[in-house]
């Protein structure tokens, strides 16, 4: 089920192959080469053509390609959803966007009546390779309704897969790999995390789409987590290596199928487990990932899985938000409980 | 061939139970064609007209015009297939289609026929099964039967915690799991390496934090070698932990297996043995009995064998997997022993086929070698009865546990002066308590009763062995 | 301050508001003038008595052999539509969607497609389907629990049902989207797309969305309404205060309203329509003012909320039978022709009886099949597991 390893032409010289990337501009870069690449892929969303979307991730598209395969839609996310559906099933490859991801709810009965639920409806005769592009999470000090973590209910339903990047190699690479799928991909964007920059080698890309990745080994404890939260994850991990406690850090990178492997294999070393996000933990990913550790990995278990979740609350008024979202402390707190037991 | 099907009332609206014949449209010979209506009938709402659920001829309706008549019962028969020759006796009340009862315009909450209630969008909800479907390789397991190969004892369990043989004393009573109590707290990978080695974390006292079983106390608890059960001394603590193995550990899952499997009901006879110790002296002095030890376990044994012949059911095993009690021909004699290795019960084949001398003579082999412990496995196994001497231990009586496989065990107690009445005067008389536990499943009290009664009968009178 | 006139009463004003309170006895008898008349805009070109009649807008030239395969189309439909719901009576089928009294509607519609045109039904499309080349057959696993549909929609260009009411109208609109993406609207050879939705459907916010996207990209979609009266048990007044065609104008495209029980009217009116959206100048919509002579499905039991007169109202309006009653009329058919059509419909119930009750039960694996295009390795190892624990039932049988 491994996707082939993606080689993109990159530029001729060996170092120019490798650019230091924000997020925001890896994931423009990584549709723009996808476009290039397909002339059957769309963008579709509000604002994402002439504005070239609230974060300026479709920048400069519509004016390249046109505003036949860059779409400034109307006001209407079931809309989107609902004609990309269509536009899918006449062959096209539509990528969505949803603005915020508080607005994914009137496009949720589409996602999840259609776009789930067509392929096995129609036992593979209506495929629909579209991805719903989508930032989340919070952090950004914004008003209500854009700082929201529903990654949970897309994770829940079946026919959707559902990925997240948390850094621009990923970002760029992963977008190009989600519109290549043929199933209907849920792409969750860190917004907070848009404007951090890292290397990106736009050669080649580092792996498949539906694995999750050790980003660093340790011994102590596990920490697993995506999105917004791998930066917190690994901030915690450097700040607990100062006091001589080594932590193994996974990004998930894909929230379904999820692909506990290399965690399981982890947990089975250090004992031990931390799960972090920003979604309220009550029935979520990070309860299914609590959940299927206990089973694979019982007998390894010294300590309960933890997790370190926003609250079961409406996210709240941004002057509350830095208390609300997982931080550094909260995970080491976490760990230092686990340590303990 | 003719085939006769009926078409039975339907439910038509609300719940209604039954409905009443307006009019027939069809009169018997008439052909019928599927969907053609057949009969109008009335129900609390209105008139319905019913259509035909299958091509064929009128053979009988089943009910007249003004009848009433409940859902569900037989309305009309019709010959689906009328062009066939001689007609069956009686025709077959079942419906054409596989999962019908003929036809059922059930509206929204009305139960159609089958059981289902009517919905909106489809067959409505199903009741669930209310029983469990067999798996594979699931037959019940098989009671024990035969005895278990490894040697088993039945000790009997006096009214105070006694460790009846010379074998190392056993430190702190094992906890056994108690239905309702608690788990014993250890972290998933202690449970995994106290199962991988064996250890039950019930038998353990946890040295951790609040109870806790630690790796260490697992590992401690089988820091045995194989050919010994070892003690070992917790550090700083008042007791002592011997690991659960071996002979003890077969033991008490024998006699688990035979406290908890067969309803055990125990009599109790208190005789005067004074004739049988009088002939005991006599045989001593008898060139016969010269060489050989003539107990009163030798006489235990003969009367034992003796009165099963009068009970064979005391002698017969309760065969579950086979739903048989079986009865035997022979009887194998078990003895308990105490041994230094533990409680063993070695047997005395074809016992009541033999005199009082070769029974002496058997008995005394018997214990020699179970002390050197070299009694053979052959003759550890196969036993049809038990006697266990607690007498030696100077002990009256107790409630024996019977061994697995066999019905009843007898405990013989201490022979002891005692006050007896003999012709109207208290006397000190040899007095010896007899108790008999035996499998309810198998042995009445009548017969347990019958049989202790002629145990102690010929114990108290050898010459009552003549009228056998 | 009052609101003025024109605000409260849109044009055009001759149109009869609808009443929107509870329905009290006179209020349903009102209905009844309401439903059975479709105003001064129906419109027509073959009475319910059988007469041609001219509509300064709209003509049809039709031969004796198309009025006769029209009719053949609704004899069968509405056979199948009535097989199956017996079928259903007798446990065969778990409810079944009927679509008697909308023969002419859905076969008028149908038969103004072209092979390449694309078809988003909602469940009740049986006459659109037969016009698709769907065989009867392949309706029955929907409702026979077996399948979600069995037919191929790519092949038969006629999308699986969807029963998430008006999901398919913005389906619809991203197909036609594509549609003209591909460069394949401009002329007579233009591809077009049709959906089909309900009265109630047009509550729904995605209709109004599909009007709002059709109308921003000019998309060539024929938006196909059959006001059949009822949403289960909601007459057509729930819904709106205006007739329906009228909502076509808030959206800026034209509206229309045809006698959905007139198999010429609603071809010739969908052909035109068609070929406005091949030429580019879609969408359109297009009200068939029809009935649903039978319930919403078979557990519906319409007497609770409608009264019967209505029904006998609209039996004198019956599609097939004025279509008959033409036929005879102009000698385009006689009993030979009529007897021909009987025994086809025969053919076709019992070869739909034999083919519902022979249908086979899916295998426990089904559940599992085809939720993914690539796979996923999670799903597959619960499958295994569940399979193995079939497996290990004494028996073998499921």
């Not at chain 1, 290397?199 to 580092?206: R, S, Y």
């Not at chain 2, 702190?172 to 039950?200: E, H, I, S, T």
């Not at chain 2, 499943?441 to 056998?468: E, I, K, N």
């Amino acid at each position: 089920m491994a996707a082939p390893t993606m080689n993109r032409a990159g530029s001729d010289s060996g170092d120019s192959a490798v650019q230091t990337l924000t997020i925001s501009k890896a994931l423009n870069m990584g549709l723009r080469a996808a476009m290039e690449a397909n002339p059957k892929v769309l963008m579709m969303g509000e604002d994402i053509g002439k504005l070239g979307g609230v974060f300026r991730i479709t920048d400069g598209l519509q004016k390249d390609f046109g505003e036949q395969r860059v779409l400034d839609t109307p006001l209407a996310e079931s809309g989107i959803i609902g004609t990309a559906v269509g536009l899918a099933i006449r062959g096209y490859r539509p990528v969505c966007e949803i603005q915020f991801d508080g607005f994914i709810f009137p496009g949720f009965d589409q996602i999840v009546s259609q776009v789930a639920k067509l392929h096995y409806r129609t036992q593979g005769k209506n495929k629909l390779p579209m991805v719903i592009r989508v930032p989340f999470g919070g952090g950004i000090g914004a008003v209500e309704h854009h700082s929201e973590s529903p990654e949970s209910y897309f994770a829940h339903t079946a026919g959707l897969k559902v990925v997240s990047c948390s850094n621009p190699t990923d970002a760029y690479w992963m977008i190009q790999q989600a519109i290549d799928c043929d199933d209907p991909v849920l792409f969750f964007e860190p917004k907070r995390r848009y404007y951090e920059k890292a290397p990106v080698d736009t050669t080649k890309a580092p792996g498949p789409l539906f694995e999750s990745r050790v980003l660093r080994t340790g011994t102590a404890a596990t920490l697993v987590g995506y999105g917004p939260m791998i930066r917190v994850c690994l901030d915690a991990a450097n700040a607990a290596a100062e006091d001589g406690t080594e932590l193994e850090v996974i990004d998930l990178r894909t929230l379904s199928p999820l692909d506990l492997g290399p965690v399981y294999d982890s947990v089975r070393r250090t004992g031990r487990l931390v799960v972090v996000s920003e979604a309220p933990s009550e029935s979520s990913i990070t309860s299914e990932i609590a959940a299927k550790v206990q089973q694979e990995c019982f007998y390894s278990l010294q300590a309960p899985v933890l997790r370190v979740t926003g609250f079961d609350t409406p996210y709240p008024p941004s002057k509350l938000e830095e208390e609300f979202l997982p931080d550094l402390d909260r995970v080491l707190h976490a760990v230092d409980r686990s340590l303990a037991w | 061939m003719p085939q006769f099907k009926q078409f039975p009332m339907p439910d038509t609206a609300e719940g209604l139970t039954e409905a009443e014949i307006l009019t027939w449209n069809v009169k018997v010979g008439d052909a019928v064609k599927v969907n053609q209506i057949i009969v109008e009938i009335e129900t609390a709402k209105a008139a319905v007209e019913l259509p035909c659920p299958w091509d064929g001829v009128v053979t009988e309706l089943l009910a007249e015009v003004g009848q009433t008549v409940n859902v569900g019962v037989p309305i009309i028969t019709i010959d689906v297939d009328p062009t066939g020759s001689a007609a069956p006796a009686a025709p077959a009340p079942v419906a054409a289609e596989p999962a019908t009862n003929g036809t059922s315009s059930g509206k929204i909450g009305e139960e159609m026929p089958g059981g289902r209630i009517a919905t909106l969008v489809g067959y409505g909800p199903r009741a669930g099964a209310a029983k469990r479907r067999a798996r594979k390789g699931s037959e019940p397991v098989a009671a024990p039967a035969a005895v278990a190969a490894a040697p088993v004892a039945a000790p009997v369990a006096a009214p105070a915690p006694v460790a009846a043989a010379p074998a190392p004393v056993a430190a702190a009573p094992a906890p056994v799991a108690q239905p309702g109590g608690y788990v014993p707290l250890a972290k998933p990978p202690v449970r995994k390496l106290a199962k991988d080695l064996g250890v039950d974390l019930y038998a353990l006292t946890g040295s951790g934090a609040n109870g806790v079983i630690t790796r260490e106390d697992v590992e401690q608890a089988v820091a045995a070698p194989v050919a010994a059960p070892v003690s070992t001394v917790d550090n700083g603590t008042r007791e002592r932990r011997v690991a659960i193995k071996g002979v003890r550990k077969a033991t008490a899952q024998a006699m688990v297996d035979s406290a908890f499997t067969a309803p055990h009901v125990t009599e109790f006879l208190t005789i005067d043995v004074t004739p049988m110790m009088e002939l005991r002296a006599r045989l001593k002095t008898s060139p016969a009995f010269r060489d050989v030890k003539v107990t009163p376990l030798t006489f235990a044994a003969k009367a034992v064998v003796l009165a099963a012949r009068r009970t064979p059911d005391v002698n017969a095993t309760w065969d579950a997997a086979a739903g048989e009690i079986v009865y035997k021909d022979y009887v194998h004699l078990g003895i308990a022993a105490a041994t230094p290795r533990g409680l063993v019960v070695p047997k005395v084949r074809d016992a009541d086929r033999m005199s009082l001398r070769e029974l002496a003579v058997a008995l005394d082999q018997l214990a020699t070698t179970a002390r050197d412990g070299k009694t053979s496995p052959a003759d550890m196994m196969g036993g049809t009865f038990t006697i266990t001497n607690v007498g030696v231990f100077g002990v009256d009586t107790g409630t024996p546990i019977i061994n697995p496989g066999e019905s009843a065990i007898l405990a013989l107690g201490a022979i002891r002066d005692m006050p007896w009445v003999v012709d109207g005067q208290v006397v000190p008389r040899k007095v010896c308590q007899l108790a008999l536990s035996f499998d309810h499943r198998v042995v009445d009290g009548q017969q347990g009763s019958q049989f202790l009664a002629d145990v102690g009968a010929l114990l108290a009178d050898p010459a009552m062995a003549m009228t056998y | 301050m009052s609101s003025p006139e024109q605000w409260t009463h849109p044009e055009p004003a001759s149109a009869p508001a609808a009443t929107a309170a509870k329905p009290t006895a006179e209020q349903v008898i009102a209905g009844l003038r309401a439903t059975d008349q479709g105003d001064v805009n129906l419109v027509q070109l073959l009475t319910p008595e059988g007469e041609r009649v001219q509509h300064p807008d709209f003509d049809i030239d039709i031969t004796a052999e198309e009025l006769r395969g029209l009719y053949r189309d609704m004899v069968l439909i509405r056979r199948v539509d009535r097989e199956a719901n017996a079928l259903q009576r007798k446990g065969q089928l778990g409810i079944w969607v009927p679509l008697l009294g909308q023969e002419a509607a859905q076969i008028g519609a149908g038969r103004a497609m072209r092979p390449d045109d694309m078809a988003f039904p909602s469940y009740r499309e049986h006459g659109i389907a037969w016009t698709r080349g769907i065989h009867p057959t392949d309706l029955l696993g929907i409702f026979r629990g077996t399948d979600m549909g069995s037919w191929d929609p790519v092949k038969h260009k006629f999308h699986p049902y969807t029963i998430v009411i008006g999901n398919q109208v913005l389906n619809a609109t991203g197909y036609a989207m594509g549609q003209k993406f591909d460069g394949k609207v401009g002329d007579s050879d233009g591809e077009a797309t049709m959906c089909f939705f309900g009265d109630g459907a047009t509550s729904q916010g995605d209709v109004h969305e599909g009007f709002v996207w059709a109308a921003v990209y000019d998309a060539p979609l024929v938006f196909f309404c059959q006001n059949n009266q009822w949403a289960i048990s909601e007459p057509t007044e729930r819904q709106s205060r205006l007739p329906l065609y009228q909502r076509a104008r808030g959206y800026g495209f034209p509206g229309i309203r045809v006698d959905g029980n007139d198999v010429l009217a609603t071809l010739a009116v969908t052909r035109w329509a068609l070929e406005e959206c091949r030429q580019g100048n879609g969408p359109i919509l297009i009200e068939a003012f029809t009935y649903r002579m039978d319930a919403h499905t078979t557990s519906d039991d319409p007497s609770r909320y409608r009264l019967s007169d209505e029904l006998e109202l609209w039996k004198l309006k019956d599609p097939i039978e004025r279509v008959k009653v033409h036929l005879v009329k102009q000698q385009w058919a006689d009993s030979s022709f009529f007897e021909s059509i009987e025994q086809e419909s025969e053919a076709l119930a019992v070869e739909l009886r034999e083919f519902c009750v022979n249908m086979p039960d899916p295998p426990p694996e089904r559940i599992f099949a085809n939720v993914y295009a690539e796979g996923n390795p999670v799903l597959e190892a619960q499958r295994d597991e569940f399979l193995a624990y079939v497996e290990g039932f004494a028996g073998g049988e499921h």
